[in-house]
């Protein structure tokens, strides 16, 4: 691995939050601005030529480059929560974990129709949010 490559400001931390799980820290990153500019210009790179309308970000760390996305592109960004987090009219969708299910929500009015909206979030590990 390059030194000075986006992967080597990711570590790895085994058996976190349990056992046989490699958790991808990535505060080393977040503490190097010069790497999260990098890192938020390959983000953006695949949308600068595309009509985006906005960003929606899963809590909590998608929130962290999800509204630096929105705000490099100059679209709205849409914050998709944990449930019960948001004070007005929501949108609620329930998934399934492995343990159960659990459920995301967003501002009802946070969407317009025809809407081209990029879903960003920190990582797909299994695909449940």
Same mark, same amino acid.
Do not use: C
């Given at each position: 691995?390059?030194?000075?490559?986006?992967?080597?400001?990711?570590?790895? @931390?085994?058996?976190?939050? #349990?056992?046989?799980?490699?958790? #991808?820290?990535? %505060?080393? !990153? !977040?503490?190097?601005? &010069?790497? @999260?500019?990098?890192? /938020?210009?390959?983000? $953006?790179?695949?949308?600068?030529?595309?009509?985006?309308?906005?960003?929606? $970000?899963?809590?909590?760390?998608?929130?962290?480059?999800?509204?630096? !996305?929105?705000?490099?592109?100059?679209?709205?960004?849409?914050?998709?929560? #944990?449930?019960? &987090?948001?004070?007005? #009219? &929501?949108?609620?969708?329930?998934?399934? !974990?492995?343990?159960? %299910?659990?459920?995301?929500?967003?501002?009802?009015? $946070?969407?317009?129709?025809?809407?081209?909206?990029?879903?960003?979030?920190? /990582? /797909? $590990? %299994?695909?449940? %949010?």
């Amino acid at each position: 691995m390059q030194p000075d490559s986006i992967q080597s400001f990711i570590r790895d @931390v085994h058996d976190f939050p #349990k056992p046989g799980i490699i958790f #991808k820290d990535i %505060t080393p !990153l !977040l503490e190097n601005p &010069k790497m @999260v500019d990098r890192v /938020l210009q390959e983000l $953006a790179a695949p949308y600068r030529k595309e009509r985006i309308d906005a960003i929606a $970000a899963i809590e909590s760390r998608g929130f962290l480059f999800g509204f630096l !996305l929105a705000k490099e592109l100059g679209v709205p960004f849409i914050p998709v929560r #944990k449930e019960g &987090k948001l004070p007005y #009219k &929501k949108i609620r969708q329930e998934y399934s !974990l492995e343990y159960g %299910t659990a459920a995301m929500e967003m501002h009802e009015d $946070a969407v317009q129709k025809g809407w081209r909206i990029v879903i960003h979030d920190d /990582l /797909l $590990a %299994t695909g449940g %949010t």
